[in-house]
Every structure is written in C-alpha cells, then in structure tokens.
C-alpha cells in the first residue's frame, strides 16, 4: 500500500490564483482530512469527510472547498490564493475504528502565496 | 484556558535520561487524547493513544492521563538522539463537536 499521497510536493501562487490540492488514499478509509500547519504551530482542521459524499467544515474552512465524489480521493480547492494561506497543507485518513482516531498522514504539501 | 497547551520548548534532555512531554485541555469530558510525533519537514505520526485514566506503556513510551486535572504526559525512557522531534499533543474535544484539536507541540532535543 502506499497509504496516503499528495500532490504537488511543492507549489508557488501569486496572490488570486486558483489551485487544488490532491489526496488519495489506498487503504479504504472512510474518513478523510485536511490540516494546515503554520510554522511553529500545531495543526489546524480545516475540512473533513466521513464518506464518499459527505463532507464538513472544521477549524479553519474559510478560503477552502472540498469534494468527495469517491472513498479514495478528497482534493481541496483553493480558488482565489491569498498571502495568509502560505502553509504546509496535510492529508491525513482512519482507519474504520472511528472518526479522529488513528489518522494516517500524507507527506504534505508547502504552499507559498506572494 | 487554551484547549489544548503545550510549552513550545525547546525540551533539552541528555541521552539516556528520561524525557517528560506534558499536555494539559480545556474539556474535562474529552474521551480520547493521543500524541503525535512529527521530525522537521515530515509529517506526523502516532506514538501513542490513550482513552482511560492511568498509564499505557509501549516500549520506551508511556502515555498518562489524568482526566480530573485535565492533564496529559508522554515519558519517553533511555532516550536517544533519534527521538529528538516535535511532539504534537491532540484531544478529541467533545465540546467543539467531537472534533480533533492539536496543540501547538513541543520540539525535544536529545543531547549526545
């Protein structure tokens, strides 16, 4: 399995452009996230998803759109970038023991906004 | 009260000795706390789940809860130039809709 990826690794905006992040995950996990973290900071929710179909808004969900249309694909649009979403964004799943338990990160994407 | 704090460091502990990560929370009726350890550039990764009060142990890691003082820790023994890392402390937080929350985390420095 190769668990959980993201792409692009790395990525520079200008300031209004669009973007989407992308997420898949092999393990058949229902439940599916999105983080972003700031330097020196923990980790902030800013969507995630119970199941194909189903999504909701977390900590941080301003500036941000999701879609689940299947169990292994959770993308998250940015679409008009912004100098305060420059961050490190992380995708993480669980396993089906439940909602926030053991989350499974991917490798994380750095964002920079100018 | 923030509703998960953690000191920011940086933890310097030589190795060998035993490293405490401690993790205090603002709900009292959380259910489900665990620690995360995250090494710079990468992403996280459990260490550790903890649900009851008391101690769990795994290997040279030993989670404690304490849901009265609202506390958490993580004992790291015989610590090794290896586990130097930020230690990320989440809780499950009843009170914001049984969402995850992270604090801020904690960066350990094993000395050699």
């Known amino acids: 399995n190769a668990g959980v990826t993201q792409t692009p690794k790395f990525r520079i905006l200008k300031i209004g452009q669009s973007m989407t992040l992308q997420c898949t995950q092999d393990?058949?996990?229902?439940?599916m996230y999105w983080y972003r973290q700031d330097p020196g900071m923990g980790l902030k929710l800013i969507y995630y998803?119970?199941?194909?179909?189903?999504?909701d808004k977390g900590e941080v969900p301003n500036g941000y759109n999701v879609s689940r249309s299947t169990t292994e694909d959770f993308p998250l649009r940015l679409e008009l970038a912004a100098p305060s979403q420059t961050s490190v964004y992380f995708c993480a799943s669980t396993d089906p023991q439940g909602l926030f338990e053991t989350q499974y990160f991917g490798p994380g994407t750095r964002l920079l906004v100018l | 009260q923030k509703e998960v704090e953690q000191n920011s460091g940086p933890l310097s502990v030589p190795e060998g000795a035993i490293a405490s990560l401690n993790c205090t929370y603002s709900d009292r009726v959380s259910q489900s706390f665990f620690w995360y350890r995250q090494y710079s550039g990468k992403s996280p990764e459990l260490i550790m789940s903890?649900?009851?009060?008391g101690d769990k142990e795994d290997g040279r890691f030993t989670a404690q809860l304490n849901k009265a003082s609202q506390y958490v820790s993580l004992l790291i023994r015989d610590s090794q130039p290896s586990d130097s890392a930020t230690y990320l402390c989440a809780v499950n937080l009843m009170n914001r809709d049984d969402k995850i929350i992270f604090g801020k985390g904690t960066r350990l420095h094993i000395l050699p």
């Open positions: 393990m058949n996990h229902n439940y």
């Open positions: 998803s119970v199941g194909a179909g189903i999504t």
């Open positions: 903890i649900y009851s009060n």
